[in-house]
C-alpha cells in the first residue's frame, strides 16, 4: 500500500492560514488524495480530496505538486476549531483497504 | 440524511467476556469499514466489506475477532475472549465504493468505546 508522510504536530496562531504538507512519493497514477481531520472525541470527517488539480472547497484548498508526490492542505484562516489530527491517506485502485498515518496534530493558539 | 450509526456508544467489559459491536452504515453504501483507535493513537485498519465479494480481513489482529455484514447493510464486530489490550475506540465507515477500486470518501460514525476490566 503506497504510504504517506506527516510531521508529527504543527502550531498555528488563529486567524492566520495553515498549510499542512504531506509526502507520498509512492503514489500511483490512480490513487486520489484525500484530507481527513478528526475533532477531540469524534470519529475522522472528510475534508477534501484531488487527483492532479488544485481544489477548493468551504473548508479547505488542497494544493497537489505537479509530480504529484507530495500535497498540502491549506486552512486559509485557522480558528480553535481547526486543532485537530489531519490525515493524508491515499485511495484508489491499491483497493479498499485504506491505511491511516499518525497524522499531523494541528495546535491553534489564540 | 441519516449518517453512519453505532452501537453502544460505550461497552465495558468484564475479561474473557464476548462483545458485539453494531454499525449500520448511510443508505446504499457499498462499502463498509471497521478501525480501531487505541487511545492517543492513529487508526488501525481492520476489515471492511465491498459489496457481495468476501470481506478483507487481513487488519484483524488475531482470531479472536470476527465481523459479518447482513444482506450488504449492518455490520457486527465481535470479539471473543475480550482482553484488556482490546480497550480502544472502535470506528465504522461506510462509503459509495464499488467494483475494485476505492475512490470516495468515507462517512465514519461516532464510535464505540469499549474499556475491558
Known amino acids: 500500500d503506497a504510504k504517506t508522510t506527516q510531521p508529527n504536530s504543527m502550531e498555528s496562531n488563529e486567524e492566520e492560514p495553515v498549510h499542512l504538507p504531506c509526502n507520498h512519493s509512492t503514489i500511483s497514477g490512480t490513487d486520489y488524495i484525500h484530507w481527513y481531520r478528526q475533532l477531540p472525541s469524534q470519529g475522522p470527517e472528510y475534508v477534501i480530496h484531488?487527483?492532479?488539480s488544485n481544489v477548493n472547497n468551504r473548508m479547505a484548498s488542497l494544493a497537489i505538486a505537479e509530480d504529484r508526490k507530495s500535497s498540502t492542505l491549506i486552512l486559509h484562516r485557522a480558528t480553535l476549531r481547526d486543532a485537530a489530527v489531519y490525515y493524508c491517506i491515499l485511495r484508489g485502485t491499491g483497493g479498499f483497504k485504506t491505511i491511516f498515518g499518525a497524522g499531523t496534530r494541528l495546535f491553534v493558539k489564540a | 440524511g441519516a449518517g453512519v450509526s453505532q452501537s453502544p456508544s460505550n461497552k465495558v467489559t468484564e475479561k474473557g467476556k464476548d462483545v458485539e459491536l453494531r454499525c449500520d452504515p448511510i443508505?446504499?453504501?457499498?462499502?463498509l469499514y471497521w478501525y480501531r483507535q487505541s487511545l492517543g493513537q492513529g487508526l488501525e485498519f481492520l476489515i471492511y466489506?465491498?459489496?457481495?465479494?468476501?470481506?478483507?480481513k487481513s487488519g484483524l489482529p488475531s482470531d479472536r475477532f470476527s465481523a459479518e455484514r447482513t444482506g450488504g447493510s449492518v455490520s457486527t464486530l465481535t470479539i471473543q475472549r475480550t482482553q484488556q489490550e482490546d480497550s480502544a475506540v472502535y470506528l465504522c465507515?461506510?462509503?459509495?465504493?464499488?467494483?475494485?477500486?476505492?475512490?470516495?470518501?468515507?462517512?465514519f460514525g461516532p464510535g464505540t468505546r469499549l474499556t475491558v476490566l
Open positions: 484531488g487527483l492532479t
Open positions: 465507515a461506510s462509503s459509495l465504493d464499488w467494483g475494485t477500486s476505492a475512490y470516495n470518501e468515507q462517512f
Open positions: 443508505s446504499g453504501h457499498t462499502a
Open positions: 466489506f465491498q459489496g457481495n465479494s468476501a470481506p478483507d
